[in-house]
C-alpha cells in the first residue's frame, strides 16, 4: 500500500503561481511512475501530469506550458509547480502513483486525499 499525502493548496490570485506537494514515504518510490490529476465541481477528474520513473513528463492540453511536473527521488516527493493560474484552474488536485504514466484515472493505483485550489479572478 502507498500513502499519498498533498499539500500546497491554497487561495491564489489569477495569474500568480503555487506549488503542490506530494510526498510518498514507500522505499520503492523511484520505482513508481507518479501524477496528478483534478476535479472540479461537477466535473469529471481531468488528467493534469505525469512523470514516469525516469522522468519523462507528460501533460494536459489545458496546462501545457503552465504547469511543470518534477520529482525528488531522495525525498520521495513528486512536486507541480503551476504558473499563471487561472479561474478555470479552480479545482481539488489529487497525487497518483502506478507502474506507468496513465492519462485516463482508472489505470492508477493509488491516490492521494486531494488539496484544494481556489483560483480568483
Known amino acids: 500500500q502507498v500513502q499519498l499525502v498533498e499539500s500546497g493548496g491554497g487561495l491564489v490570485q489569477a495569474g500568480g503561481p503555487l506549488r503542490l506537494s506530494c510526498a510518498a514515504p514507500v522505499p520503492a518510490f523511484s520505482r513508481y511512475a507518479m501524477g496528478w490529476f483534478r476535479q472540479a465541481p461537477g466535473k469529471e477528474r481531468e488528467f493534469v501530469a505525469g512523470i514516469t520513473r525516469r522522468s519523462i513528463t507528460a501533460y494536459g492540453d489545458s496546462v501545457e506550458g503552465r504547469f511543470t511536473i518534477s520529482r525528488d527521488n531522495a525525498k520521495n516527493t513528486v512536486y507541480l509547480q503551476m504558473n499563471s493560474l487561472k479561474p478555470e484552474d479552480t479545482a481539488i488536485y489529487y497525487c497518483?502513483?502506478?507502474?506507468?504514466?496513465?492519462?485516463?484515472?482508472?489505470?492508477?493505483?493509488?491516490w492521494g486525499q486531494g488539496t484544494q485550489v481556489s483560483v480568483s479572478s
Open positions: 497518483v502513483a502506478g507502474t506507468a504514466l496513465f492519462t485516463t484515472a482508472p489505470n492508477w493505483d493509488y
